[in-house]
């Protein structure tokens, strides 16, 4: 597809798969007015969590970093220990029309869960207060009210509530036991469609599930997906743990990632 300098989102019409050749794993995707932001994994590499900027959600390009330094202590400068396969994992990001701001939060080392904000994506990121609990594959959720939720967890999942400022939690609780007949699931995405709160979820790595309730808190059913599909990129895997993002034309599309050799886990729409 040529690249687009347009500013008004396009629906993908010709493509190929996948849309990136770059390893940008547990995606969560957003639209704000014209652009589509894309936040992905990176593990022990810093900076951070980087942010994809889109029109059309095919041709993409660096915005910015969520997480400028992995500041999280002397094992991410390789000082008397090492950060592999630590660091950024799967995380949420999410923009808030009140205040006009972006929020990205992250579990880091299975133990603390920090919050970053920026007024722009390409801008000046701030980290915030920690959270003293893991926000493990976690996902955001602006309610119509403008609270924020994060729905999280691995199996046993979990919803939490943030305070006014998004920094910090007021409440969090279990919402929903998967059964053992599904397995593992995980990578949650929280959205709100119709007045039903909806939480997307993986099952590595062959599946997606639905859960649905009328609150935040539930009890929320189960819904299968996707299961097995197809993989666009011959010789890779299934696309699983990715978000859904809707354009301005009513449209809903799907980025996931792949596990296709050599590229990594790359994107596919």
Request: charged share 15%.
């Amino acid at each position: 597809t040529t690249p687009t300098t347009t500013t008004t989102p396009n629906q993908p019409s010709t493509f190929t798969n996948p849309v990136l050749w770059q390893d940008f794993a547990d995606v969560d995707i957003i639209r704000v007015g014209n652009a589509y932001y894309y936040s992905a994994s990176t593990m022990h590499y810093s900076p951070g969590a980087p942010i994809l900027r889109s029109y059309d959600l095919v041709n993409w390009e660096f915005a910015g970093h969520s997480v400028p330094k992995l500041d999280f202590g002397a094992k991410y400068d390789m000082s008397g220990g090492r950060g592999y396969v630590r660091g950024i994992w799967a995380s949420f990001f999410n923009h808030r029309a009140s205040n006009d701001t972006y929020y990205w939060g992250g579990c880091i080392d299975f133990a603390k869960t920090y919050i970053y904000t920026a007024t722009a994506v390409d801008g000046t990121w701030s980290k915030h207060t920690t959270i003293d609990k893991c926000y493990y594959d976690a996902g955001m959720l602006v309610d119509d009210d403008d609270t924020m939720y994060v729905a999280y967890g691995n199996t046993t999942l979990s919803v939490a509530q943030l305070s006014k400022d998004g920094k910090t939690e007021v409440r969090s609780q279990q919402v929903f036991q998967t059964p053992s007949n599904i397995g593992t699931l995980e990578g949650s995405r929280f959205y709100k469609r119709n007045g039903s709160y909806y939480i997307f979820v993986t099952r590595p790595a062959n599946g997606q599930y639905i859960l649905k309730a009328s609150s935040p808190w539930g009890p929320y059913t189960i819904q299968q997906v996707l299961l097995d599909l197809p993989g666009p990129i011959s010789g890779g895997g299934v696309p699983h743990q990715g978000g859904l993002v809707q354009t301005q034309n009513g449209d809903w599309y799907y980025l996931a990632f792949v596990d296709a050799y050599p590229g990594g886990r790359v994107p596919a729409l």
